[in-house]
């Protein structure tokens, strides 16, 4: 519950402010790796400080930072920091699930986001135009809504929240399709 809480509020923040705070993210590790610590002794120190390095790792793999160039002042990382605190409560196998769901959850929001940005109706009319074959002026096409949402960063702690949470309620289900139990 306290990883869906924590993911609900970072989602919520980011989505309003494009950036999930220190503020959240910090302070929910700690308490995740506390909690895991007071459930299960040394054994929870070991889970909720290898969740959340499995939850930073991936998302930092995620960005293709190692592998490309970034103006690193610009990132603040605070999807890293939110993932890495889901996976501190969740742990190292769990967090990964978190992950995959997210990826999922992300992908579909972008879609709709690009989908909906594309001209339709113009394009259309560039189609009806080119299969009748009237020739004369043919409006040009407007693209300037698809750039401009192309521009715009979408918030990524809103399916960060939706990857957690489904990872939490169809972890079974998802584990038995995989072949995992």
């Known amino acids: 519950?306290?990883?869906?809480?924590?993911?609900?509020?970072?989602?919520?923040?980011?989505?309003?402010?494009?950036?999930?705070?220190?503020v959240i993210t910090f302070p929910a590790?700690?308490?995740?790796i506390a909690l895991n610590v007071y459930l299960n002794q040394m054994q929870g120190l070991w889970l909720g400080v290898t969740g959340w390095l499995?939850?930073?790792?991936?998302?930092?793999?995620?960005?293709?930072?190692?592998?490309?160039?970034?103006?690193?002042?610009?990132?603040?990382?605070g999807d890293v920091k939110l993932v890495a605190a889901v996976g501190a409560f969740v742990g190292p196998g769990m967090v990964l699930l978190v992950f995959?769901?997210?990826?999922?959850?992300?992908?579909?929001?972008?879609?709709?986001?690009?989908f909906g940005s594309i001209p339709w109706k113009d394009l259309y009319l560039l189609f009806m135009k080119s299969q009748t074959g009237v020739t004369g002026d043919t409006p040009p096409l407007n693209v300037e809504k698809l750039q401009k949402t192309m521009k715009t960063p979408i918030s990524i702690g809103p399916a960060i929240a939706v990857g957690t949470l489904l990872a939490i309620l169809l972890e079974k289900p998802t584990l038995q399709f995989m072949g995992f139990q």
């Open 1 to 22: 519950m306290a990883a869906i809480l924590v993911s609900i509020i970072g989602g919520i923040v980011d989505w309003r402010t494009k950036k999930i705070f220190n």
């Open 29 to 32: 590790a700690i308490i995740a």
């Open 54 to 77: 499995v939850g930073a790792a991936i998302m930092v793999l995620a960005k293709g930072l190692p592998f490309g160039k970034y103006d690193l002042d610009k990132i603040g990382f």
């Open 100 to 114: 995959f769901y997210f990826s999922l959850a992300y992908g579909l929001i972008s879609a709709v986001r690009f």
